[in-house]
C-alpha cells in the first residue's frame, strides 16, 4: 500500500473536506453505503469539523509562518486489488490513524477512480487541544509506512498485489516510488501536478489579470465559460477548477473582479456615447 502525505501551509481546512466529502470519485458499495471516520471530531458537517480544526489550532505552542497546518494523507492500493472492500478500508484508515498518531484530529474518507482505490485523509498539524506539533521526521514515516503495510500482511494477506517494498530495491520488488509512479500515472498524476501549480499561482496573485499571467508563463492556458474563468488547458488536457484542489473560493473572487471591471467599462462606454450624442 502507497502512503503519500503533502503538507499545506495555509488553513484550507473546508476546501479539502469539501473535496473529500463531495468528490464524484467518493466510493459508494451497491448498497450506497460509505464510510467517513471522524477521529477527535464532533457534529456531522463540513461546516462543524472545520471550526473544530480551526479551533484546534488556536492551540498551537510554536507558531511560525511557514507551520504546516493540515496535512493530506492518501493511503491507495493497487489498482488490480479484487480482494478490496469498503469493510477493508475502514479498517486500514483507523489503524493508520493509531499508528500514525491518536491524539491528532483525522477525517477520512474513500474514493476511486478508474478502479484505483484509496482513502483521503486530512489530519490536524498539531494534537488535539496540546497545541503539538504533528510533524515526523523521514525516518518516523518510513517507520509508519512499513508498520501499516505490517498489518496488511498479517490482518488482509488477500490483499498482496498491494504490497510495496520500502526498503532496498532488489530485482523481484519494486520500490515505493517506482510503484507510485506505476499507480498514479495519467490525468490523476498531472491533475496534482497542475493543482500545486495553480495553488501557487493563486497565492501569488493580488488580481485575476495578475493570476492569469502566472497561469500563461507556467505554460497554463485558462479557458472561459459564460463569461467566467472556469478552468485551464495544461497539456493538451482540460480540467476545471472545481475538480482541482484548489482554493475555489479565491478564483471566485477574482472572477468576481473581472465582472466588476467589465460592468465598470460597460458603463463608461455608456456614458461616453451619451455625451457624443448631446454634443
Not at 93 to 119: C, M, S, W
Not at 126 to 153: D, H, P
Request: charged share 35%; glycine share 4%; hydrophobic share 30%.
Amino acid at each position: 500500500m502507497i502512503v503519500k502525505i503533502k503538507t499545506r501551509k495555509r488553513p484550507s481546512f473546508k476546501q479539502l473536506l469539501d473535496y473529500m466529502l463531495h468528490d464524484k470519485d467518493r466510493l459508494f458499495d451497491e448498497r450506497g453505503n460509505s464510510f467517513v471516520i471522524a477521529h477527535n471530531l464532533r457534529g456531522n458537517t463540513i461546516d462543524d469539523w472545520t471550526e473544530q480544526f480551526k479551533q484546534n489550532e488556536t492551540y498551537r505552542t510554536r507558531k511560525r509562518k511557514d507551520s504546516v497546518m493540515l496535512t493530506h494523507e492518501i493511503l491507495s492500493f493497487h489498482k488490480d486489488e479484487e480482494n478490496i472492500s469498503l469493510e477493508k478500508m475502514e479498517d486500514m484508515a483507523r489503524e493508520y490513524i493509531r499508528q500514525r498518531n491518536p491524539n491528532g484530529i483525522f477525517l477520512a474518507v474513500p474514493h476511486t477512480d478508474k478502479e484505483h482505490f484509496h482513502i483521503h485523509i486530512i489530519a490536524s498539524g498539531v494534537e488535539y487541544k496540546t497545541g503539538k506539533a504533528m510533524r515526523m521526521s523521514k525516518e518516523q514515516f518510513q517507520t509508519l509506512k512499513k508498520n501499516i503495510q505490517s498489518f496488511q500482511q498479517q490482518v488482509y494477506p488477500e490483499l498482496s498485489k498491494s504490497i510495496v517494498q520500502h526498503e532496498k530495491k532488489d530485482k523481484a520488488k519494486i520500490t515505493d516510488k517506482e510503484y507510485q509512479i506505476k499507480l498514479r500515472t495519467g490525468r490523476e498524476a498531472l491533475k496534482e501536478e497542475l493543482a500545486d501549480k495553480i495553488d501557487q499561482c493563486l497565492s501569488k496573485s493580488n488580481s485575476m489579470e495578475d493570476f492569469l499571467q502566472r497561469l500563461k508563463d507556467n505554460s497554463i492556458n485558462p479557458y472561459e465559460r459564460g463569461g467566467k474563468f472556469t478552468g485551464v488547458l495544461y497539456q493538451n488536457r482540460k480540467f476545471r477548477f472545481n475538480r482541482l484542489q484548489i482554493n475555489i473560493a479565491k478564483v471566485v473572487e477574482l472572477n468576481r473582479t473581472v465582472e466588476r471591471q467589465r460592468q465598470i467599462q460597460i458603463m463608461r462606454g455608456g456614458k461616453k456615447n451619451m455625451a457624443k450624442t448631446r454634443a
